[in-house]
């Protein structure tokens, strides 16, 4: 199988789109040179290719969305990750994310409800060479306790209240990321910190607007 194709255009795409996030606001260069190096049109159906490098989020398998560029790099910018940080995703997708983080240099476990979605993009990453990030067909809102404590969570679907779970498996001195909020119009950028002693504090980044997260696995 020939290695998928990154040229010379999409990379000055990509260029384009990240001094465009820079101008929106986003001045993490760590996030932003990170996905610089992501290859956005490959996590993408054919039909979208050429849109990749807009800021947009455009649809996928299983009725879900490839986030907005914008989006992930604020939630990702949120996060304040250190290199090997240890981090746990809710809601594989099609991976974009999660490449992301991987090449931050954090150890990356994500998990993904749906199974046709979690397989088809668990081979997406191997063929495009993301092969150190590990995934997880399951119920995000359980988590993954056998591998717990995660120095941050990131959640990529709405929730209308922080899972108890997620609070458990999240390392002392941690860090949680969610849309926060039961509206359908948009939910609250919410991050959670959790300190050395175990104590919750949140902080809140404005509006945004995610597909519900589901109980379960499909």
């Not at 604020?74 to 594989?92: H, N, Y």
């Not at 954090?106 to 998990?111: E, F, P």
């Not at 495009?128 to 990131?154: E, K, N, Q, V």
Request: hydrophobic share 40%; with cysteine; proline share 6%.
């Amino acid at each position: 199988m020939p290695a998928p194709e990154d040229n010379y255009r999409q990379k000055g795409l990509r260029k384009k789109l990240i001094d465009e996030l820079r101008q929106k606001g986003i001045q993490s260069e760590e996030v932003l040179n990170a996905m610089l190096r992501v290859p956005r049109h490959l996590f993408l159906d054919k039909a979208f290719e050429s849109w990749a490098y807009k800021d947009n989020a455009f649809p996928i398998d299983c009725e879900q969305t490839i986030s907005q560029p914008y989006t992930v790099a604020f939630q990702t910018e949120l996060l304040q990750l250190k290199p090997r940080d240890k981090v746990l995703e809710i809601g594989l997708g099609s991976g974009y994310q999660a490449s992301v983080l991987f090449e931050m240099g954090a150890k990356v476990y994500s998990i993904e409800r749906f199974k046709a979605l979690h397989d088809q993009t668990a081979a997406r990453l191997r063929e495009i060479g993301y092969i150190g990030i590990r995934t997880f067909y399951g119920d995000g809102f359980m988590g993954l306790p056998a591998f717990a404590p995660f120095d941050r969570i990131l959640i990529t679907a709405a929730v209308p209240e922080i899972p108890q779970a997620l609070i458990e498996q999240l390392a002392n001195g941690g860090l949680m990321v969610l849309p926060l909020g039961s509206s359908q119009q948009f939910q609250i950028m919410t991050r959670v910190s959790k300190d050395e002693q175990g104590r919750i504090t949140s902080q809140q980044f404005g509006n945004f607007r995610f597909v519900p997260m589901l109980p379960g696995k499909v």
